[in-house]
């Protein structure tokens, strides 16, 4: 690995040891290994392009790369665009060859000839001894996986700040540490925020002690990541859980945990009829939202257009997991003006669909009326524009658009057939329709402006299995079916997926969110019913809970062993 300071980082992934040095260089561009042959004796010689335009060729497996380095010596002046090594080498004595192309429009082959000391007739070849420079490896993935799915659980049940401080001599001069002094003295069982209330309460004291050799190194987290944990460790467990998820990659997760909170609020509001609180939603801190935190956790480039780009990836992945009336509507508000700019009859009927969705019949029906009557689209726009406009005969009129609409359905009109069923009340219908068509979030869009209760919830719950077993997705389709008050499917698709520890997480953030939805609601006594106090699905004598428990803590007790087998790597 190669970074702007010039500095080369490599790593044994057999022994976990790394070496570093610096080049005095530009930043590094190219890094390309040599190619190897049965009899080499030498595994590390690489070809090095920098962001000056000049390259290096450096022997790793030498005690100091940097003094036996070939530094351009045949042609100073070049400036080199691109290289790479010829892979013809069929014999450990052919020469290395080095592919070159200059910014002068040149192309040259480069014989690199590295010497090796010769063999003593008769003497026995003796191995090469690396020479390791230890520094502190700040990478949670590249842990063995025992290891690694343990630092994972340890960020989700939630550790002080102070565990990620050390005394170790590779960091000790580490410029800012989280408040908190680490001593090795102290039962580690101190730094656990809260005992889990699933599981085996025993079990997080076992990973700090398989964590520690990390621990005292400075391999567990660096420090900017280490200070962002610190903020969001007491926010709740949903954030630990994103924060965990994100560090590890996982960013569909961690995107899901930050949404569990809306998904519950969402659930509790239509229990109780109340209209949404403007309660905090994940992280009540305004420089920790949603995108922000996301952002922050899974990457640190300070450029302001980056960071620019990735927050509004950010905020397109959070969307696709929208499932609210305000979000909904607020993603059609911004298809509408789009429409509004393209011509040709495909636009218009894109345009009328998006207006319809939201609940505007009058812009819909002036839209329709201007159709050309040339145009092939006049007359179902006709029949359109009048049903919307003219519902005022309820039996006649609801008798005959829904005979035109089935009609249409069956000459794959579907669109059509779904706006004559909305002109006479018929949305759970047309629902139906939209999602057997494909248009899962048209659907959702039009429930949310028109349904309640359980008709809506059947439409978030279709949407939720659709993505689920047709897109793959379940972390989007867990967030629709808790909007959905369907959290025993929720439960079964993690069972399915074989998570037994994400569906524990999952029973956690819930129970925790709902609590806090409940200390938040105010009002009288009478407003709270049963349907409130207890989170639907997720009662503790529910037959669901307690085997997400007994597997989950199965799942502990081995991961256990498995970290007491594996070694750290440590010298």
Known sequence: MGDRSGNIRWWDVTTGQSSSFNTYREGVRRIKFSPVVAGDRSRGRIAVLFNDNTFSVFDLDSPDPLANSILQPQFPGTLVLELDWLHLRTDKNDPLVLCMAGADSSFRLIEVNI???KMVPGALPRNIKERFRPMPLCCPVLLPTPHALALWMILQLGVKPSWFNTTGTTIDKRPHLVPGM????????SYLIELPSVGDS????LLLKVLEPYRKEGCILDDERARLYATIVNKGCAARFAFAAATFGEVSEALFWLQLPRAINHLMNKLINKSPQKAPISVPNSDLDD??????ITSKEKSTSETGQRDALT??????????????????NERIPWHEKLEGEEAIQNHVHELITIGNLEGAVSLLLSTSPESPYFYPNALRAVALSSAVSRSLLELAVKVVAANMVRTDRSLSGTHLLCAVGRYQEACSQLQDAGY?????????????????????QRWAEHVLHAEHNIWRALILFVAAGAIQEALAALREAQQPDTAAMFILACREIHMQFITNLGGSEDEINDSVVDLPGLSPGNDDVIAVGEYFGEYQRKLVHLCMDAQPFSD
């Open 202 to 205: 025993v079990v997080p004291e």
């Open 182 to 189: 680490a001593s090795s003295s102290e039962d580690l069982r």
């Open 115 to 117: 010497n090796d000391k």
């Open 440 to 460: 899962w979030t048209d659907a959702a869009t039009l429930a949310a402006a028109h349904l309640k209760g359980s008709d809506y919830a059947r439409v978030l």
């Open 315 to 332: 905020q397109g992945q959070l969307r696709l997991m929208a499932f609210e009336q305000e979000d909904l509507w607020e993603s059609a």
């Open 291 to 296: 995108k922000s935190l996301l952002s922050r």
